[in-house]
């Protein structure tokens, strides 16, 4: 369990460790803030990086986690397809809302998380940011957490709750503001996406390889909206 716990915070502790990285090259913790995706990557790389000596020990590849069910292909794709139309308002909706709670506007998070970049740099995330974080974060959580929990555990709230949370949790300090309100915005905006994914995956594992696929176009997005930030 100490193992599980330890990678379930991985990410939170990682995200803050290569922001700290970049602040200090940068000699400023306020301009490390907009690099929040390139902290992103780095983490992601570091994260795809332990899942394949953590599953190594388990006598599994790490690819075997992108691999689809043949058998449940057709009503995967049914569940594939009615997920894709629901995510992005899952993601968003409750963002919107929280930031209405907050700050009484919908610009105030968009101001701090969107922010002009070196368009190099932009032109480089934009494939590294979202494929990286399809191939580290739901595999992190629902891939190699879960799988592990049901196998230990016997109640399903607890197997299903301890990944939905640290993933929403993670974000926290992707990036940290020093702010009471943005921290907990970030820790809290995606619990209901992050729910509705975890007890699906709960529910049906063979839809992880799906989810992946959504997560990585839908994290395109904000990559792309980036690029037309002046």
Not at 11 to 16: A, E, K, S, V, Y
Not at 195 to 203: D, H, N, P, S, W
């Amino acid at each position: 369990m100490k193992k599980l716990l330890i990678v379930l915070s991985s990410r939170l502790i990682l995200f803050l460790l290569f922001q700290m990285i970049i602040a200090f090259f940068l000699r400023s913790w306020g301009s490390s803030i907009k690099y929040w995706p390139l902290t992103a990557t780095i983490t992601n790389i570091i994260s795809i990086l332990i899942l394949i000596v953590l599953l190594k020990e388990e006598k599994y590849s790490f690819f075997s986690l992108f691999r689809f069910k043949k058998e449940k292909i057709k009503n995967d794709i049914i569940w594939f397809i009615l997920l894709l139309l629901i995510s992005v308002p899952l993601a968003v909706i409750p963002s919107l809302t929280l930031s209405n709670f907050l700050w009484g506007n919908t610009e105030y998070y968009h101001q701090i998380l969107f922010q002009p970049l070196n368009k190099n740099l932009l032109y480089f995330l934009l494939f590294a940011y979202p494929f990286s974080t399809g191939m580290a974060e739901l595999t992190t959580y629902f891939g190699y957490v879960m799988p592990i929990l049901k196998n230990q555990m016997k109640s399903p709230l607890i197997i299903i709750a301890l990944p939905v949370i640290a993933f929403s949790v993670q974000h926290c300090t992707l990036p940290l503001v020093f702010e009471a309100k943005f921290i907990l915005f970030r820790g809290v905006m995606y619990m209901f996406f992050s729910l509705v994914y975890g007890f699906t995956i709960f529910k049906r594992p063979s839809l992880l390889p799906w989810l992946i696929i959504l997560q990585v176009i839908m994290y395109i997005l904000p990559m792309a909206m980036l690029l037309t930030v002046k």
